[in-house]
T-cell receptor, first 109, second 113 residues
Framework: RKEVEQDPGPFNVPEGATVAFNCTYS??????FFWYRQDCRKEPKLLMS???SGNEDGRFTAQLNRASQYISLLIRDSKLSDSATYLC??????????FGKGTRLSVIA | DAEITQSPRHKITETGRQVTLACHQT?????MFWYRQDLGHGLRLIHY???????NKGEVSDGYSVSRSNTEDLPLTLESAASSQTSVYFC????????????FGPGTRLTVL
């Protein structure tokens, strides 16, 4: 089983739609969780950290379910500029971050 | 502003040549990483370092080496380039504090002919 698994997509959604991505992780000792965004031919950048109680940043909401070992990202009112690949990332102790392969989102006008 | 840079941004080389990709960060982060990214594989960790003189192998380290002689730089060397090493290479650094944000360089696109 891969350490971090994501649906690769692509998710093709119209502008204004709500879209959700899920991610599962295998290491129950994982302590920190993140979503990164990667635009085509660019480097990944931190979108948001994921906290146990869930957290929101504008149109983006991240949730963590430790019991089921999954993380989710919800994007409301999708914009064309949200088109990118979203990477689920997990950290355990002092080891390197573990990246999922990413979920590709295309928002269509 | 602090930053992380990579050079060259694009490189074409021939099979069997030694190639070194540079990575330089000005945040004074102890943790630095090298990844390669290929279609269908996502980001794969090549080598990483937690401080000066410290280096560790990642999941795809064969054919690559790194050295860490100062905090700012982690050069990646391909000892004898192979066509299978054609890829996009990202360097990253991490500040291990409460925020734990990892910053990536802009990437180096390497083609081995």
């Amino acid at each position: 089983r891969k350490e971090v698994e994501q649906d690769p997509g692509p998710f093709n959604v119209p502008e204004g739609a709500t879209v959700a991505f899920n991610c599962t992780y295998s290491n129950s000792a994982s302590q920190s969780f993140f979503w990164y965004r990667q635009d085509c031919r660019k480097e990944p950048k931190l979108l948001m950290s994921v906290y146990s109680s869930g957290n929101e940043d504008g149109r983006f909401t991240a949730q963590l379910n430790r019991a089921s070992q999954y993380i989710s990202l919800l994007i409301r009112d999708s914009k064309l500029s949200d088109s990118a690949t979203y990477l689920c990332v997990v950290m355990s102790g002092n080891t390197p971050l573990v990246f999922g392969k990413g979920t590709r989102l295309s928002v269509i006008a | 502003d602090a930053e992380i840079t990579q050079s060259p941004r694009h490189k074409i080389t021939e099979t069997g040549r030694q190639v070194t990709l540079a990575c330089h960060q000005t945040w004074n982060h102890n943790n630095m990483f090298w990844y390669r990214q290929d279609l269908g594989h996502g980001l794969r960790l090549i080598h990483y370092s937690y401080g000066v003189q410290d280096t560790n192998k990642g999941e795809v380290s064969d054919g690559y080496s790194v050295s860490r002689s100062n905090t700012e730089d982690l050069p990646l060397t391909l000892e004898s380039a192979a066509s299978s090493q054609t890829s996009v290479y990202f360097c990253a650094s991490l500040r291990r504090e409460a925020y734990n944000e990892q910053f990536f360089g802009p990437g180096t696109r390497l083609t081995v002919l």
